[in-house]
Every structure is written in structure tokens, then in C-alpha cells.
């Protein structure tokens, strides 16, 4: 991977809270897990909002190499997955129905 890991997680934040994401947090959960070094997770108030969330922070890594999308379709719950940053993107009913936060705090 070209860059810094923790310089492109909080470049990730910057993105997301420039663009109105809502509650954000990140994890490190490199001692927690092998599936990533970082969690980022963090609501939009609307399915286009969560994928306008999504489009920019991949729009942000297009430099990078592989970078993974689920869920754009409906936009309730997108992953963005990035050499070991995971970036959940929730709608607020969505992200309170499966409180992945719980997992990692």
C-alpha cells in the first residue's frame, strides 16, 4: 500500500466529516482482529447521503490500489474496504439495529 495506514485513516475522517457525515468513529482493532487495521464508522442521514459518503471517500483513494465496495446499491449500509481500513457507512436506523460499535469498543 503507498502511504501511511493512520495517515489515510484520518484522511478517511476528514473526508467523511467534510461531507456531513454524522457520528464518527474509529477503531483500532489491529490487535482485535486480522480482517483490518482500522474501523471507521459513521451514519448519513439518507441512503443518498450514505452513498454520496461513500463515492467521496473512494473518489479519495482512487490512487491506491484495491479498494472493495458492498452495498451501493440501497445505500443503508455501505462498506468500503481498503488495505486494512473498513469503512461502515450507516443510515441512523440502520447503524442502531446492528450497533457494530458493540463489537470493537
Known amino acids: 500500500m503507498n502511504g501511511d495506514t493512520e495517515s489515510?485513516?484520518?484522511?478517511?475522517?476528514?473526508?467523511?466529516?467534510?461531507?456531513?457525515?454524522?457520528?464518527?468513529?474509529?477503531?483500532?482493532v489491529q490487535n482485535k482482529t486480522v480482517i483490518a487495521k482500522y474501523m471507521i464508522i459513521a451514519s448519513g442521514d439518507s441512503s443518498r447521503h450514505v452513498k454520496a459518503l461513500a463515492e467521496q471517500v473512494m473518489k479519495n483513494l482512487k490512487q491506491y490500489d484495491k479498494i472493495d465496495v458492498e452495498g451501493m446499491d440501497e445505500g443503508n449500509w455501505v462498506i468500503v474496504n481498503f488495505q486494512g481500513i473498513m469503512v461502515h457507512l450507516f443510515r441512523p436506523e440502520v447503524r442502531e439495529y446492528y450497533k457494530i460499535e458493540e463489537l470493537w469498543n
Do not use: A, L
Request: hydrophobic fraction near 40%; glycine fraction near 4%; proline fraction near 0%.
Open 8 to 28: 489515510i485513516k484520518n484522511t478517511i475522517v476528514d473526508v467523511i466529516d467534510q461531507n456531513k457525515g454524522q457520528d464518527i468513529v474509529t477503531f483500532d
